[in-house]
């Protein structure tokens, strides 16, 4: 049996079957992690969630930001932007039950020593701390009341974190920690607007991950979302999003041992 992270999908379903040939995935015996977008942006955002919620256990899949905003626009609180690749699955038959499902998948996974997130945490949150207020937003999102939940999600305020937040800027607060950061201050603050190389950060920002002192340093941590960061990996920290969008790769890391496994894909 083998465990294998795999960076952002969104859609690219063909370069996706083609790296899980690669991997010999057998999901009779192995598991996938995979750090969320699974759709948006790609050709084939229906086939890749359907193909994700099929697999049941063998998966674990987290939100990340596209997957969010697909369930924003499938309840009329969002329109779809220019690039986006999810009217087959608000056009499919079973466009219910892939919804549902992804709905209930978690802003966080933790086990064997890592961490399974889509983007970041904030560098006053321990894996625990941060474990605990993802099920804040997850019990919001499976919640009879969820379209309240949707309704108010975006937006960059508050920007850093307080304990004492409480309704929907304590939920919008998690949330844009874990499904958006980038670049942070060592006090917390997030900035939601750069998305370059980490090695050029607007003034008084550090790539998250490098935070002196942060409370998560303790964790491996599995991570998407930052396609200008590519493939990175740290004694704590594992980035997957190698930009196979943008004609980069797709990458998986088999947890066990470490290695690495990449399949090139097509320019769009």
């Known amino acids: 049996m083998a465990t294998y992270a795999i960076g952002d999908i969104q859609g690219c379903f063909a370069t996706l079957r083609r790296l899980l040939d690669k991997l010999s995935f057998d999901p009779a015996h192995d598991r996938l992690w995979l750090v969320g977008d699974l759709v948006n942006r790609g050709p084939s955002s229906a086939a890749t969630l359907r193909w994700a919620k099929n697999l049941g256990d063998a998966a674990i899949s987290v939100l990340g930001n596209h997957d969010l905003h697909l369930l924003t626009v499938a309840e009329g609180y969002e329109r779809l932007h220019r690039g986006d690749t999810l009217q087959d699955i608000l056009d499919a038959p079973d466009r219910e039950e892939m919804l549902l499902w992804l709905r209930k998948r978690p802003l966080m996974h933790v086990e064997n020593g890592y961490a399974l997130l889509h983007a970041g945490l904030l560098p006053q949150w321990s894996v625990a701390r941060a474990r605990q207020l993802a099920g804040e937003v997850e019990t919001a999102l499976r919640s009879d009341d969820y379209r309240t939940f949707l309704a108010h999600m975006y937006g960059n305020h508050p920007d850093r974190w307080q304990d004492d937040l409480n309704g929907m800027e304590r939920l919008r607060t998690i949330t844009n920690a ?31 991950y490098d935070i002196p002192g942060r409370a998560s340093a303790d964790t491996t941590l599995i991570f998407g979302h930052w396609s200008a960061l590519g493939f990175r990996m740290t004694a704590n920290t594992i980035a997957l999003d190698s930009g196979c969008l943008w004609g980069g790769t797709m990458t998986a890391i088999r947890l066990e041992d470490r290695e690495v496994f990449q399949i090139a894909c097509p320019k769009r």
């Open 178 to 208: 874990l499904s958006r950061l980038r670049f942070c201050t060592p006090e917390g603050e997030m900035e939601f607007t750069h998305k370059g190389a980490p090695d050029q950060p607007p003034p008084g920002f550090l790539p998250w």
